[in-house]
């Protein structure tokens, strides 16, 4: 792939806090469509509290019943408590807070390149599945709507809820697709032999390790018949993830689906799969080297490091436009030609 060289073309420091009280510590992870002509991003926004109290850590959650933010005090010098990482605060190896909290946040340009972000949140935290933030949209385009699925971040787990909007103004919630732990859920743009399908990815606590799977629907939102697609064994990997990034874009050849992967260190890269077009959990092809990986500094350092992770694609006509999220706190953007993306997928254009 190659990189924008205006990149990064987010950072946080040009997004505006929602509150007062709050600072940016990432924007990144953002779904990616067109509409009206323009690109439109859906912002993953990260907010914390400033912290003014050297011995306390104050995190926000948001009240399921007022629909508002709340500050929840975690005192430093409490053992019970294990602050070594950023991200979360945990009690006996559980996780009982995020030091963040996220929302989604509407940017739209015109070149792909400067875009216009919103001062405000466009959707935000709402029932008890929610309360800890919504995280990692990715957008799939099917007739005159427009579906996000979203990963919601709760005490109660990590689930994969659902909203539908036709215009990005107004919006509609449908509910919980898939109950915890399950994130990484990218519908396909057509429906397949009668049925909507999607990837999405489960996350064993005990045994097993996160890998992709296949669900199949008759309405978008009762979803069964599950397929394992790739393991993490698949990729020589005994420990570590692999999840699915943007919706998969039809093709001459099958479903292309750019896809992640982590290590046990979590160092995060992106790769390339096609599946048949009649069957998206038979792979047909698959890259073996990286597409992209962390090698410049705002992939390697941030606010998570070594990390670049893409759940927005857009489709030119000789191009794919990957917007991914660099070290966690940042949006890139990277190129590659079809063209090339085909052969070395071991397909060529006659």
């Known amino acids: 792939m190659q990189r924008f060289k205006e990149n990064p073309l987010i950072t946080k420091q040009m997004i ?45 959650q948001i009240d399921p019943q007022t629909k508002k933010t709340i500050a929840i005090s975690f005192d430093k010098t409490d053992s019970r408590y294990d602050f070594s990482d950023s991200r979360v605060i945990k009690k006996h190896k559980t996780t009982v807070a995020l030091t963040s909290l996220s929302h989604l946040r509407r940017a739209y340009s015109d070149d792909g390149i400067n875009f216009v972000i919103d001062d405000k949140p466009w959707i935000e935290g709402d029932d008890i599945t929610e309360i800890w ?17 979203y990963t919601a971040v709760s005490n109660l787990g990590i689930f994969t809820n659902l909203i539908k909007t036709t215009d990005f103004f107004s919006f509609e919630r449908l509910g919980t697709l898939f109950v915890t732990d399950n994130k990484d859920v990218a519908i396909f743009p057509e429906k397949i032999k009668g049925k909507y399908q999607t990837y999405h990815r489960p996350v064993p606590t005990d045994i097993g390790t996160p890998n992709i799977w296949l669900a199949k629907s008759p309405d978008l939102i009762h979803w069964g018949e599950h397929q394992k697609v790739l393991t993490v064994k698949d990729e020589g990997l005994t420990k570590g993830r692999v999840g699915a990034g943007a919706p998969s874009i039809k093709t001459p050849f099958g479903w292309l689906q750019i896809y992640h992967v982590a290590d046990a260190t979590n160092n995060y890269h992106l790769k390339a799969l096609m599946t048949d077009l009649t069957d998206p959990a038979k792979i047909i092809a698959k890259t073996h080297q990286p597409l992209l990986k962390p090698e410049r500094d705002y992939e390697q350092n941030g606010f998570f490091k070594n990390v670049v992770f893409a759940n927005g694609i857009i489709e030119r006509e000789t191009e794919f436009i990957v917007y991914y999220g660099a070290a966690d706190d940042k949006i890139a953007a990277a190129k590659i030609k079809k063209a090339d993306l085909y052969e070395r997928l071991g397909f060529k254009n006659d």
Do not use: H, M, W
């Open 16 to 60: 505006t806090p929602s509150q007062a009280n709050f600072s940016v510590c990432g924007v990144f992870n953002c779904g990616a469509t067109i509409y009206n002509k323009q690109i439109v991003l859906l912002l993953r926004v990260a907010e914390s509290y400033i912290q003014d109290d050297p011995t306390k850590v104050i995190v926000p």
């Open 133 to 149: 933030g919504v995280e990692d949209p990715r957008i799939t385009k099917i007739s005159n709507n427009y579906f996000i699925t």
